[in-house]
């Protein structure tokens, strides 16, 4: 019973994480052709919802970390597919901050886990606290370790309020996408019961999901 439980939780894993790097695929190109000026705020706040909702369905402190490694790795399909160099900034940049989201996150949930459960107050503590120390880490790593920063950034002072600007207007929307994801999380009722037939449907959907969010990406990626 437990092995079963634990490639329940793993599938799940790669199901959400999936979607996130899916997500980052599809909807991160098209606002990235648009110029939506705060595109990395809205990826990034869906990123939490999901890990969110993750969180709650699984009840595993890791399952962020899990899933951002996952949507980290879709980053691949540019290297494959259009042939850009994998130190390349538009692939190392999302997929450190997708990377840094979900280590972070399980930071913050380790550190609460006792009482972030307890009510919205708390949830959204979580949620901010996650998402600007998120923010405030990718932006000093890269300015110090690559000697580069986030977005053409060339001096503390732009790193500062890009940190300040950005981190607050993400964190920001954090209060609400972390809850809404664990609320979320609470609300679906789907179960994967003990019966062979449920199960086997439930390890063939999720391969199917997973195989779908591949491919839609590599789509997206090559039409975009």
């Keep these: 019973m437990q092995k079963k439980e634990h490639i329940k939780i793993f599938l799940g894993v790669m199901v959400m994480g999936s979607i996130w790097g899916m997500l980052e695929a ?8 648009i110029h939506f000026p705060y595109k990395g705020e809205v990826m990034a706040n869906i990123g939490f919802f999901l ?5 709650v369905r699984y009840k595993k402190i890791w399952i962020p970390a899990g899933m951002a490694l996952i949507a980290a790795s879709f980053k691949i399909l540019n290297v494959a597919i259009v042939g850009v160099p994998l130190t ?7 997929a450190m901050a997708i990377i840094l989201e979900g280590l972070i996150l399980v930071g913050v949930v380790g550190i609460a886990h006792k009482v972030y459960e307890k009510n919205i107050l708390y949830r959204s503590a979580a949620g901010f606290a996650g998402m600007f ?15 580069q920063g986030p977005m053409e950034i060339v001096s503390m002072g732009e790193l500062a ?43 063939t959907t999720s391969l199917l999901v997973i195989s779908c969010c591949w491919l839609i990406s590599a789509v997206f990626i090559v039409l975009v």
């Design 26 to 33: 599809s909807l991160g190109s098209v606002l990235h052709i």
């Design 51 to 55: 890990m969110g909702w993750a969180l």
């Design 88 to 94: 390349n900034r538009m692939i190392v940049n999302p």
């Design 133 to 147: 120390l998120s923010y405030l880490t990718f932006s000093f790593v890269f300015f110090y370790v690559f000697r």
């Design 161 to 203: 309020f890009f940190t300040l600007r950005n981190g607050g207007l993400a964190s920001m929307l954090a209060l609400f996408s972390f809850p809404s994801g664990m609320w979320a999380g609470r609300m679906s009722t789907f179960e994967c019961s003990s019966a062979k037939n449920e199960q086997k449907l439930y390890y």
